[in-house]
């Protein structure tokens, strides 16, 4: 590992501003590590070093001609195979998608390339982002350089094991029920959720339209307000999006000051559940926020309790609609069957065999879900369950500016351990769910390493909608607490991958 | 197909009492689609109208046009119905090529507009009020081209093109309550009403509304109950009615369908048909029950239409007359006898008749211009009247030369004929094929002169008061004068000739 591989995005950033390294340097810096250990971790399905080099190359110019796109002009970035870009293939992890080349940049892909920010590659995700492990990728499951018999978390374990291994300085990632927290928890690095509606969507390959929300991951708070401030903004193709921007998270995190900080710890994610190392970590991270001078408090969120349930009806639903698309009539797979290939039998062999088994239990979740006779009882309960979480949160919020929580109830397991056991791998999300159901922003910081099996851990930290730079503030409180315990963020104790 | 057996349509109305329902789909003409930037445009190269959007590209999303929404709130208002206050979009979800996202988006449980009703009067002046339960958008789909088959429907097809450039085009759907009581004209209330939306549509400009392009399409829902009964029938809904007629003689087959099956104690299927213009029946399409699971729920991608009070009465301003006040005031002003202005309007010809009275010419020559010479030039060209290359402005010239005598009925005949070939304006054909009224009364009298002297018997008979044998004589002059001679001046020169 490099100097130049070990750095924050804003390290590099600087090291690009003041002409000590070029962009070119640094990218080429990262594509050879990515050349020498992607093998090792899977965290990448698509590489292009000779594009990714252009691109650098070009930030170099503009620079030399005097023109700073952006505070992150130059740092190269991994972004996830959901997000559509035109010079590269985009999969979303699933062999239906196999080879195809999107004839349209994401809002957000073209925002970075606006930044001139050399996209390194595309990194693996679970199909369609449907799981907690990455080890729903049709094209295998990424490691966690931790330790490569582990899970990097899911879906955005390609983008968090390529930040954490240090085979990207930054990434972006997309969380629907916890896809960017989980894996920054689970490898030791931040990933941030923003308030929905706050990154454009267009050009994200749906999972569930309501909850989805694209984000930073990265090796620093810092480095994660840098990004969210590129990727963030109003966009006429996205009715969702707010119209209004939330301001600068970097700002937020400047004037981070603990005076008059108030924190909820939710009681309903703070006891049972949770791997005793875990909940060793968290109990630090409230005693130093205690100690530091923040007003620590318990707040009830009753309605809690039903979140797992809610979501996995709502986004089984809405993925059940948004994978129909997927028919072999305008891009794709295609499949033919055996006999008369009418177009009901080339579609239904084509998602026979495009769709792995998560994504055809969810379909079938959701179709069910949706039925007539059906719809009241689950789609329109679960939307019930939605508001009532959205009334736990407005109450809280009332009493604090932020609530922290366990980013996950354990530590990385290990790599086939869940995966025939679809409940216990919905659990993982039980805290980071929330927070895609109530559309408020929600962000996983490093706060320790659990002693039982020497993993790292996260607190999750959650603010009211639109207050996202509450989120940072808070965020880069606690963060500050940890780098002065250890001198240097935990991402740097990840272990010599060349020689693993 | 075999034809079914049919009921006699007399009998049938004595038996049964009729229920209909109308669905009218309104393709509107705004200059974008419903959800992206691309064109609104009819006969473009295939799928050259198409991005990620409306081709349903994985990670694409919608954006609701504005013009749209305009034009949907501008026909709730014209069908005097409540605006909602907000109105979210829904998914409506089934498998079908033409469908990019193999779901529809469509307004479901939230129409923009409902609660309303529109006057309709039959051609022997009896009014209806049918209730418009809502009006609502949704986008079209593509267009399926199937190739190799016998019949150009999918079955039997070798394969299907898929042409996207519709899909995404906004619709309104209008929707009906069952209308009641039209009895024995139940078939022509239906051909009516459509008409009465489309001259809506059209005069509001929100659609191009061009039956025969698909602009305004009917699906007609039918029902029948033994008269006296409380529970509404079993009904059908006949899809894709594209024509006013057809809308008339499809409602007419299925009354007559449906009475023989219920006569000989058979049971209506609820289904789909599709009507045969060609060979005047209707046969079963898919069987369709009210349990048809689309799996509606409310689209995460958009955000409902939430108008406000400001922005819909400001629509309301720009809203046209209504049609049928705006015909009780022209009937006024031209003052035309009831079956004078009936003609006009079942000709589709009150614009024309309109802006020819406009530019000058009164309304009875305007009426007889365009219901008489011009629209039998269309008939015998096999077009529209309205795609005659002649303008209203153009006939009131015509009309006021006329008038000024320098033109002959006969002669503007011609000069029409000339406008019609592309020879320019009226002044223009004139000058060019020399047509213009002999006014030289010399020449006249010499012609008159002539006649009479070769023609000694009518004379003779002229002298004895026998007026009426000018007319051999006046035949003979306008041939002479090659047509181009006011006649009544000609017979009053030969009268005083004659003495």
Known sequence: ?500 | MAKEQLMPYEQAIERFEVVIGLEVHVELNTASKMFCGCANNFGSEPNTNVCPTCLGLPGSLPAVNRKAIESSIAIGLALDCQIAESGRFSRKNYFYPDLAKNFQTSQYDEPIAYEGKISVELETGERFEVPIERAHMEEDAGKLTHVGGATGRIQGAEYSLVDYNRAGVPLVEIVTKPIYGAEDKAPELAATYVRVIRDIVKAMDVSDAKMERGNVRCDANVSLREKGAEKLGTRTETKNVNSLRSVENAVRYEIQRQAHILAAGGSIIQETRHWHEDRGHTSAGRPKSDADDYRYFPEPDLVPVQPSLEWIEEIRKTLPENPALRRKRLQEAWGFADLEFRDVFNSDLLDEVEQTVAAGASPQSARKWWTGELARLANAQGVSITELAITPGQVAEIQKLIDAGELTDRIARDVVAGVLAGEGEPSQVIESRGLRVVTDEGALIAAIDKALASQPDVLEKIRDGKLQAAGAVIGAVMQEMRGQADAARVRELILERAK
Not at chain 1, 83 to 107: C, Q, V
Not at chain 1, 371 to 399: C, H, N, P, W
């Open chain 1, 1 to 500: 590992m490099t100097d130049i591989t070990s750095s924050t995005a804003a390290e590099l950033a600087t090291l690009i501003q003041t002409k000590k390294a070029s962009s070119v340097e640094i990218t080429t810096a990262f594509l050879d590590r990515m050349e020498s250990l992607n093998a090792k971790t899977n965290s990448y399905l698509h590489i292009d070093r000779s594009n990714a080099l252009e691109q650098a190359q070009r930030a170099d110019q503009q620079l030399a001609a005097g023109k700073a796109s952006s505070p992150l002009h130059g740092v190269p970035i991994a972004v996830k195979d959901n997000l559509t870009t035109t010079d590269a293939p985009t999969t979303s992890g699933s062999k239906i998608l196999e080879g195809w080349i999107p004839p349209y940049d994401a809002t957000v892909v073209t925002k970075l390339r606006q930044a001139a920010m050399p996209i390194l590659g595309k990194t693996n995700l679970d199909e369609f982002a449907m799981g907690s492990s990455t080890e729903f990728s049709a094209y295998g499951p990424s490691k966690n350089p931790w330790d490569l018999d582990r899970i990097p978390g899911g879906s955005g374990g390609g983008s968090s094991s390529a930040v954490s291994g240090h085979l990207a300085p930054i990434a972006i990632g997309s969380d629907t029920g916890g896809s960017i927290r989980y894996p920054a928890a689970v490898t030791g690095s931040v990933g941030a959720k923003p308030t929905y509606g706050a990154v454009s969507r267009y050009g994200l390959i749906a999972l569930a339209s309501s909850l989805d929300q694209i984000g930073p991951v990265a090796n620093t708070v810092l480095d994660a307000a840098l990004l969210q401030d590129v990727i963030s903004g109003h966009d006429p193709h996205d009715s969702t999006s707010l119209p209004n921007s939330l301001g600068s998270m970097v700002t937020a995190v400047q004037a981070a000051d603990i005076k008059g900080l108030k924190v909820g710890v939710v009681k309903q994610l703070s006891s049972d559940g949770f791997q005793l190392g875990v909940k060793a970590c968290f109990d630090d991270t409230v005693a130093k926020l205690v100690k530091a001078g923040a007003e620590v408090v318990e707040v009830d969120c009753p309605s809690f309790e039903y979140a797992v349930a809610a979501y996995y009806l709502i986004l089984p639903a809405e993925a059940s609609s948004n994978l129909a698309k997927f028919d072999s009539v305008r891009f794709g797979l295609r499949s033919m069957p055996e006999g008369n290939p009418t177009i009901e039998r080339v579609m239904a062999a084509t998602r026979e065999k495009g769709f792995g088994p998560e994504v055809k239990r969810r379909i079938i979740l959701g179709t069910y879900a949706l039925s007539s006779g059906y719809y009241d009882a689950y789609y329109g309960s679960a939307q019930k369950v939605r508001t009532l979480i959205q009334q736990d949160l407005a109450a809280a919020f009332e009493k604090v500016d932020v609530l922290i929580t366990p980013t996950a109830p354990t530590t990385a397991f290990k790599i086939g351990e869940k995966v025939d056991d679809p409940l216990a791998m919905y659990l993982n999300d039980i805290a980071t769910i929330p927070a895609n159901l109530a559309g408020i922003p929600g962000m996983s910081v490093p706060n320790g390493i659990a002693s039982e099996d020497g993993l790292p851990s996260g607190v999750q930290i959650l603010a009211p909608a639109m207050q996202d730079d509450q989120m940072y503030r808070a965020a880069s409180i606690i963060e500050s607490l940890y780098h002065a315990e250890w001198g240097a963020p935990l991402i740097s104790r990840v272990p010599n991958l060349e020689v693993l």
